[in-house]
């Protein structure tokens, strides 16, 4: 009975697992790879599906919205950034505010506070149309994207730029010494950061067939669930494994959750419970060695 | 090929902290020269490598490096003039990088970065080749990451990063105050031989008298802001630390410079 029910959330569990996935991939490179606290995430998740659903309700094609949506988030996590190193706010007050501000826009994006996608053909139309298991098309579909921006945040990160973002994070004022403009380099991996929360925003949005301005909420709390998961299980030794570990953390958070539901978690406990494991995660190392856990952040 | 021109440095002016951290201070120095800097904590040695690379701007005066003035040009565009070593091992390399990577970063001093892999593979094979010359056994360690290296390691693998590109000017920083004697005393070798080979311009901020005297052709000697002491050439060579105590033996043992 148990392990039906186990069985049973798998295919589920992939599917909202490599959904999500990005968001984990974009949170890895703001909080490890820059060490930038950004709490933006929450607003440019919902940023992007609702550009995502407004304009496939407008009539433009779902790949081009998708396109939007990414330039919108990038757009979000660059004024974050700005706001920390232009207007020097506090790492995590810019992000509070970006995300909260982002709450109004995705108001007046949207123009009210939720689009209906199912009437109308979205990028993942065509999948669900096929003569199979729905399942297997949509997952393999989740799948290809995520190794594709898996690899190719793999393969910048090795880059020159790449190198001078990673030692920011790492150490400013050597890299700093060395000529690179790290205020630049931050504004930079903010966006590229959220730009990639964004790309999931849309594309769960047209996946469950409609954008929601609530969307975002707790996205943060969960994205870093899926990190603090899936560097346990794989480890943080390369970078390839640090975005490897943020796809299967994602992957396993949603099964932990799908169990969970199953076994008589209520819905609307799912923040407190995800909120708890994170506590867990960060805190029991810390009880154990009595210093500070594996989350190591500028500006706060 | 340096002209320090009346810099001067307040911190905290027009509070009760107010501190005179530089005091009209002008030093002109010649391409090739090896200057030490000592001075007791508070005398504005640190302060001075910090106008110098543009980590924070002076209140008064000028830094001209061969003839660029760059006294209001932000940290990361003097880079290009100038490498620093600061005194904690750590300061130097970014430790979640591998040495190869870290290497690789060094190599791009002053330059705008692109979209081309950070460590090509024949650079990589001269990495190797520095490595091995530095004869710390790191040359079979270039994708490791540089955490775990010991801090005379790390200090060692920075001053390598600095001759990559061979600034200008080199910054060292009490750089080999927080190691052992012995990792001291490998790596002050090794800053030697660097600086002697390549007949680099670089000023040496010490706490330790016998340091000041031992290496460089001239030593400076800054007290509470203002230089105390200049003495270069044969001057300098025939000073000595019981000559030193002689002329200021009250600072000296005040300030703990002899140890």
Known sequence: MFFESMLRVIPGSLEQGLAYALVALGIVISFRILSFPDLTVDGSFALGGAVTARLIFEGVSPSLSILAAVISGFTAGCLTGLLNTR???????????????????????????????????????????????????????????????????DLFLHTQIGFAMRATGDNEQMIRTLGVNTDNMTVMGLGLSNALVALSGALVAQDQGFADVGMGIGMIVAGLAAIIIGETLVGTKTI????????????????????????????????????????????????????????????? | MLKIENLTKTFNPGTVDQKVALNNVTIIIERGDFVTVIGSNGAGKTTLLNLISGTYLPDGGRVVIDGIDVTRLPEHKRAKYMGRIFQDPLMGTAASMTIEENLGMADLRGMSRTLRWGVSK?????????????????????????????????????????????????????????????????????????????????????????????FGNRLIMLHEGNIQLDIVGEEKKAFTVQEAVKRFGATLKDESLLG
Request: aromatic letters at 2%; a positive charge; charged letters at 20%.
């Open chain 1, 87 to 153: 207007l020097k706010i506090n790492s995590l007050l810019a992000g509070i505010l970006m995300m909260t501000m982002l709450y109004s826009i995705n108001l007046r994006v949207m123009g009210r506070s939720n689009i209906q996608l199912l009437t109308v053909d979205t990028l993942l139309t065509p999948l669900e149309n096929l003569d199979m298991n729905r399942f297997i098309p949509i997952i393999l579909f989740f799948l290809v994207v995520t190794v594709v921006v898996k690899l190719a945040t």
């Open chain 1, 240 to 300: 390839q494994r640090l975005t490897l570990a943020a796809i299967i953390g994602s992957i396993v958070y949603k099964m932990i959750i799908s169990i969970g539901l199953r076994l008589g978690l209520a819905p609307t406990d799912l923040k407190m419970a995800t909120g708890v494991m994170v506590i867990l995660a960060l805190g029991i190392p810390a009880l154990k060695k009595e210093k500070e856990g594996k989350l190591h952040l500028r500006g706060v």
């Open chain 2, 122 to 214: 024949s650079r990589s094979e001269n990495y190797q080749r520095s490595l091995k010359e530095m004869g710390l056994g790191l040359e079979t360690r270039l994708k490791q990451s540089v955490s775990l290296l010991s801090g005379g390691q790390r200090q060692s693998l920075t001053l390598l990063m600095v001759t990559l590109t061979l600034p200008k000017l080199l910054l060292l920083d009490e750089h080999t105050a927080a190691l052992d004697p012995k990792t001291a005393k490998r790596v002050m070798d090794l800053t030697q031989t660097i600086i002697s080979e390549n007949q680099l311009t670089a000023i040496m901020v010490t706490h330790n008298m016998e340091q000041a005297i031992r």
